[in-house]
């Protein structure tokens, strides 16, 4: 079972740059999510979706562009990265029947310079 | 709107001892209460859930955390810790069942020390 999937693990941007966290995941659930770890401030809510075509902001979406044309798979983009968007980078799928229950990607580290 | 507080950042504790690691939320609507765990390097993992009936919810590895609604809390607590524990620990909330996002605490440490 390959669960949810996040590539690459570790990225290393410049400034200005633009780039695409990969996520994938195998067991047909509805619900994908993205979030950002920071240091002393848990885990914070990006974008989520609740079905392919549909997608919503959550806490801290600036910056960053989704889009949902497969149940499969859930992209994370960031157009032009910035310092502040340093973070490792969580990918997660749920559906209604699991009430809360998400698993987790391994996480993308993501440093930019 | 929902928020999750999660008062210590780090929780030292020997082996073999007791713990308690404490949440408190603030919602003004029915909320869903969860314990998630991340080891080193690694995704986050659920621990325990409580959605309604006991107040008393069990987990895996030997946790189990009490919800308690006239203190907004959902602390969680083990009765004899392993190295193996160590990891950080964070609460969360899905308000008002909307399974779909999970609002986190900011996580606590357990740092378990032989």
């Known amino acids: 079972n390959a669960g949810v999937t996040q590539t690459p693990k570790f990225q290393v941007l410049k400034t200005g740059q633009s780039m695409t966290l990969q996520c994938a995941q195998d067991?047909?659930?509805?619900?994908m999510s993205w979030y950002r770890q920071d240091p002393g401030m848990g885990l914070r809510l990006i974008h989520y979706?609740?079905?392919?075509?549909?997608?919503d902001q959550g806490e801290v979406p600036n910056g960053y562009n989704v889009s949902r044309s497969t149940t499969e798979d859930f992209p994370l983009r960031l157009l032009s990265a910035a310092p502040s968007q340093t973070s490792v980078y969580f990918c997660?799928?749920?559906?209604?029947?699991?009430?809360?229950?998400?698993?987790f990607g391994q996480g993308t580290r993501l440093t930019v310079v | 709107a929902q928020s999750v507080t999660q008062l210590d950042s780090q929780v030292p504790v020997f082996e073999e001892a007791p713990v308690e690691l404490r949440c408190n939320y603030s919602?003004?609507?029915?909320?869903?209460l969860f314990w998630y765990v991340q080891y080193p390097n690694q995704g986050l993992q659920l621990l325990l859930k409580y959605l309604s009936g006991s107040t008393l919810v069990k987990g895996i590895n030997g946790f189990e955390a009490e919800f308690n609604k006239s203190q907004t809390s959902f602390h969680l607590r083990k009765p004899s810790v392993h190295i193996s524990d160590t990891a950080e620990y964070f609460c969360a909330v899905s308000p008002g069942g909307a399974t779909n996002k999970l609002i986190f605490g900011t996580g606590t440490l357990l740092a378990v020390q032989p």
């Open positions: 979706s609740v079905g392919a075509g549909i997608t």
């Open positions: 067991m047909n659930h509805e619900y």
């Open positions: 997660a799928s749920s559906y209604p029947g699991l009430r809360g229950k998400a698993f």
């Open positions: 919602s003004s609507v029915s909320v869903y």
